[in-house]
Every structure is written in C-alpha cells, then in structure tokens.
C-alpha cells in the first residue's frame, strides 16, 4: 500500500485553469474523498493520480517514487469507473481475470485469486454469467472485483454509484466502505454526492472552480465549514446563509434578529442549519411556505421578505400554508462569514 502526495499541482487548458495548485497528503491506507459540483477539477485530479492526464506543473508521488510523467500502467493503480466498463462478450469470471492476463500472473495462481475477490463482494455464484444477465448493482461488484483482484497500491474510484437507484447506492456504498477496511488499500473516491463523501471518507476535499475550498473530517467539515461555499454545499438540506448587517453585537436581517460577536460590525452573513432552527422563538418571524412530513421529520419552509429558511421541525408538526410563524436558533450553533464568503470566529 502506498502514500499519495500532490506538490503544487496545476493543470491547465489554454488558459483555462483545471486544477490551481493543489498541494495535499493522502495518508496511506486512508479513504480520501474529492467532493465539489461538476467542473470543480475533482475528476483531472483523480485523472493525473492514475496518470491518465500529465500536470501542467507540479509533481505527483506515490509511495516513495515520483509518478510524475509515469505511464497509467506502471502506476499500480486500479480504477473503478462510473459506466463499469466490463467486456459484455466475456463471463464474470473472465473479465475478473483479465487483469491478471495483462499483468502476466501465472495460469496456475488465477483461479484463487479471482474467485477471493468475486467473494469479497458476494458474486462467487454468478461467475459464470455475463454482464447482461446481471443488475447494475451486481456489474458495479464485479468491476469492483476486478479492482482488488490487482491487489493494486491504490484505488481510484470516479463516481461509481452515479448509475444506481438510491437504494442500491446506500447498500453499495456500505459494501465499498467495508471492502477498503478489509484490504487496506489507500483509495481516492471522487463523488458530486455530499452523502456519500460524508458517509465513506476518512477525510474530504471540497473542491471549486479547481482550488481546495476546505480539507477534513466529515464530522469537521459539517461542524466547521471555512466558508459560505462550503457551507451552503454540505447537509441536506444544506445549510441557511442570510445576509444582513452587525451592530453592536447583534445581526439584523429583514424578519430576523439575533446575538452576535461583540467585535462584528457591518455587512455579513448568518449561517445556521436547519436542524438547529426550532418552531417558536424569537429569532425570525415569517409566513409558513411549505410543510413536508418525511415519517421521522418534517421539513418546514418559512418565507421572510424574499429569503426562504429550511427547518427541521418535528415528525408531527403540521400547518397550513401562508399563516404566520416565528423562529428560534440554538446561539450555540450560529456561523459568520465575511462579505468574501469567509468565516468569521469570535465570542458573542
């Protein structure tokens, strides 16, 4: 197994900029997740990891040796794709196995190996079938499969549950997670899907317009986002960001009033998530917009002025539409950020 270490990255086309200088440490065994929307540079990178595309600037290291120009092939690397990308004219077993035809491993050594990682991801009795005859969340096991039979330095997965229903994304990413723990190989995961980052990573990487917005823990990340883009991407539904003004320790929005750091003055944005706003309170006032009972929870849309706030009410609480409503926030759980979208810390 084997560290990844990206020295001042950049990847550019034209003058269009891919990925800005990224430099980041993936841990050996660790499971890193590169996050971010379409276009953020999360797939050229994992793309210049597997050495698919070369960097405009910077070197890529795995383990101890400098990768950096390296042919996809002798990298040690093995990569599991959105499509499954099996060979529709071969058996499971065969396109297991075709790896190991490429890497030269001996006839006689195949067998065990192929039928371990068909196990690993419960396809031992469906080895002799082709991919047609299978459910996408089976094709994904075997490409999966493929995967570890290499017993590969790396893993480099591009969105892999993209082409599943949600159910079998749940059970999917379980099953991933797990197989990294058995193996112990380091593996980088790319994914525009916030549930799966916060649910299969050891660390996260958001990523916009190429640059790293914030790198950390899932439980970091969600608890102590850097900025207003972070912020407003991660939770679901993702964080309320309300502009207003701070004077003399406290902020004041249209419907919306509540303590701030003494040292705050001017134009800034409140943060506080759906699940630390309560019915009743008298930090908002508002209209109810809509009411959406979920079975454990129910999502509950106040409108202020031209601002719509998200609460996570109560799994019983109902009203009608258009009635007044007034708001409480947990102060302990309130976010300030600066007209540039930055946090902003201090003590009320």
Same mark, same amino acid.
């Given at each position: ?12 086309? %034209? ?12 841990? @050996? ?16 990178? #994992? ?34 794709? $959105? %499509? ?35 196990? #690993?991801?419960?396809?031992? @009795?469906?080895?002799?079938?082709? /991919? ?10 075997? +490409? ?30 379980? $099953? ?21 980052? #916060? ?7 958001? *990523?916009?317009?190429? +640059? ?31 502009? %207003? ?20 003055? %001017? ?16 930090? *908002?006032?508002? *209209? ?7 079975? @454990? *929870? ?32 947990? /102060? ?5 950020? @600066?007209? $540039?979208? $930055? ?6």
């Amino acid at each position: 197994m084997a560290s990844i270490k990206l020295n001042n990255i950049v990847k550019s086309y %034209g003058a269009f900029l891919g990925v800005r200088e990224m430099t980041l440490d993936i841990k @050996d065994e660790e499971f890193l997740v590169l996050l971010g929307p379409s276009g953020c540079g999360k797939t050229t990178t #994992m793309r210049m990891i597997a050495g698919l595309e070369q960097p405009t600037e910077g070197e890529i290291i795995i383990g101890d040796e400098v990768v950096t120009g390296v042919d996809a092939r002798d990298r040690d690397v093995a990569m599991v794709f $959105q %499509g499954y990308a099996l060979y529709p004219n071969m058996s499971i077993y065969e396109n297991i196995r075709f790896p190991l035809r490429m890497r030269g491993v001996p006839k006689a050594e195949q067998d065990a190996l192929i039928r371990r990682a068909a196990q #690993m991801v419960e396809l031992g @009795d469906y080895l002799d079938r082709k /991919p047609g005859a299978l459910s996408g969340g089976q094709r994904q096991r075997a +490409a999966l499969a493929r995967a570890v039979v290499r017993q590969p330095q790396v893993f480099l997965m591009d969105e892999p549950l993209s082409n599943l229903d949600a159910k079998l994304r749940a059970s999917m990413r379980v $099953q991933i997670k797990h197989l990294q723990r058995q193996l112990r190989v380091t593996t980088v995961y790319v994914t525009h899907d916030q549930i799966e980052a #916060m649910t299969l990573a050891d660390r996260i990487v958001i *990523m916009d317009k190429g +640059a790293i917005q914030q790198i950390g823990t899932p439980d970091q990340i969600y608890a102590d986002p850097a900025n207003t883009f972070v912020a407003g991407f991660i939770g679901q539904p993702p964080m309320n960001l309300i502009a %207003g003004i701070a004077n003399s320790g406290t902020f004041a929005a249209q419907g919306i009033n509540v303590a701030c750091p003494l040292g705050l003055s %001017g134009k800034v944005t409140l943060g506080i998530r759906p699940e630390d706003c309560s019915v009743g309170g008298d930090n *908002m006032q508002g *209209m109810v917009y809509g009411v959406e009972p979920t079975g @454990d *929870m129910t999502y509950l849309t106040v409108t202020t002025g031209a601002k719509q706030i998200e609460v996570k009410a109560a799994r019983d609480f109902r009203s009608d539409i258009d009635v007044p409503i007034s708001i409480g926030f947990d /102060p302990a759980r309130l976010y300030f950020f @600066d007209e $540039q979208g $930055q946090r902003l810390r201090g003590k009320a």
